[in-house]
């Protein structure tokens, strides 16, 4: 029986061994790691040592056995409780409450040429415009015109009633006959010799006087037929039939359209870079995503004391009278020759009280993925959807463009190539 444990002891210790050499070679997968085996040869091991002892030399060594079992009971389950278990627990914890990456959209900060340019508010102004009023009063006695027309130059607009001054003018034509008529005669006496020279001059001044009031009563009859002074467009009609009008009423009002003028305001600091016939572009709110094109025509000669601006026109082509007189437009100068700018697109842009900032897209330092930078910039001109970088980032690096609201410094973020916003027809005016 002695002999057949050894052999079961030995045998065992062998397979132990083998097994552990097997599976640490990778010959052998085994549901146990390798040191699991060669613990168990080695316990066959001493128990084959321990049956080769005399009798009174196991206990001592049985005893020791023991207490370095129990000794290493003992570390093993402190090691466990004090070390392993609270990184285990550390790791779960860090690996459960981990943040996970942001999805975010990016873009290249990139280099564009923009030429300098000069914004400006200004009010459309007709070329020439005018409120049509009478010189003197009456009553109306035909319209020519309804609200809206375009007319031409010299194109009737309103008469007034003339009866009275036809009248007048039917009596000075008759006076002027009888001063003609006279003074015919005083001039063949004075040619015999039969009347002095003062009954001529006298009749001359006669002739002379009717003739003025002839002239007169004519220039009061055209005075009451009100022409247009140049051709334009008409504004509301503000008169009927029949109607009394006083001298200097308004009727209606006469713009030229075509051309346009666009004056507006420009601080003094800006006339060493502005001059007649710069390239003018012009923007409406009548007429979303219409751009029109002009240029500088005039810059005023004095700088106003009380704003410190100067007040500069430019013209515009008008064809199809879009463009009305008082309407408020936004107005670009092309000062300069286009310069290379940074640009990033407006979404990019964290605004702050202390500063703007920007999320930098970069590798984490550990390799484990991609993090943002909080970038503080210093920002540009506005053109459209992009805005120049005076400062703080270079050209190629990525920005966050869409997610910034959840970003902090160093978050980790994942790039989602389709979660970028499309451009808005038009930029919202704030």
């Known amino acids: 029986m002695k002999r057949a444990t050894t052999w079961v002891l030995t045998a065992v210790a062998i397979a132990a061994l083998a097994v552990a050499a097997a599976t640490d070679f990778a010959h052998l997968r085994a549901p146990v790691l390798p040191g699991a085996f060669l613990a168990i040869a080695i316990v066959c091991a001493l128990l084959l040592i ?9 206990r001592p060594v049985i005893f020791v056995l023991a207490l370095v079992v129990i000794v290493a009971l003992v570390g093993g389950l402190s090691v466990f409780q004090f070390v392993l278990k609270p990184t285990i627990v550390k790791n779960a914890i860090g690996a459960a409450f981990a943040p996970k990456p942001t999805a975010v959209a990016v873009e290249e900060a990139k280099v ?8 400006a508010i200004g009010t459309v102004r007709a070329f020439q415009g005018i409120v049509v009023a009478p010189q003197v009063a009456g009553v109306v006695s035909a319209i ?12 009737p607009l309103v008469d007034l009633d003339i009866s009275v001054e036809e009248a007048d003018l039917a009596n000075g034509l008759a006076q002027l006959k009888n001063a003609n008529v006279s003074l015919e005669r005083a001039q063949r006496l004075i040619a015999s010799g039969n009347t002095p020279q003062s009954t001529v001059d006298a009749a001359l001044a006669a002739r002379d006087s ?19 002074p140049f051709a334009g467009r008409l504004g509301l009609r503000n008169v009927d039939l029949g109607q009394y009008v006083a001298a200097g009423a308004s009727l209606t009002t006469l713009q030229q359209l075509d051309p346009i003028d666009v004056d507006f305001s420009a601080p003094e ?7 007649v016939g710069q390239e003018t572009t012009l923007s409406v709110d009548a007429q979303p995503g219409r751009t029109f094109t002009g240029k500088v025509v005039a810059i005023d000669a004095r700088v106003s004391a009380d704003s410190r601006n100067v007040t500069v026109r430019a013209e515009f082509a008008n064809p199809d009278r879009k463009l009305l007189p008082g309407m408020f437009a936004d107005v670009t100068v092309t000062t300069g020759a286009p310069a290379d700018v940074l640009t990033v697109p407006r979404t990019a842009v964290v605004y702050g009280l202390y500063g703007d900032d920007a999320f930098v897209v970069a590798p984490a330092k550990d390799g484990g993925g991609l993090v943002v930078e909080r970038r503080l910039i210093r920002l540009g001109a506005t053109r459209g959807e992009r805005i120049a970088i005076v400062d703080g980032l270079k050209p190629g690096e990525e920005v966050v463009t869409v997610g910034q609201i959840k970003l902090q410094q160093n978050s980790p973020v994942a790039i989602d190539p389709g979660g970028a916003l499309p451009p808005p027809a038009e930029t919202p005016k704030p």
């Open 50 to 58: 321990l049956r080769a002892l005399p009798l009174h030399a196991r």
């Open 112 to 119: 564009e040429q923009w030429p300098p340019q000069l914004e």
């Open 144 to 155: 020519h015109f309804q609200s809206g027309d375009d007319v031409a130059a010299g194109a």
């Open 210 to 228: 009717a003739a003025a009031t002839v002239d007169h009563s004519r220039a009061v009859i055209a005075q009451k037929a009100i022409k247009a």
């Open 269 to 275: 600091g800006a006339l060493a870079a502005l001059a």
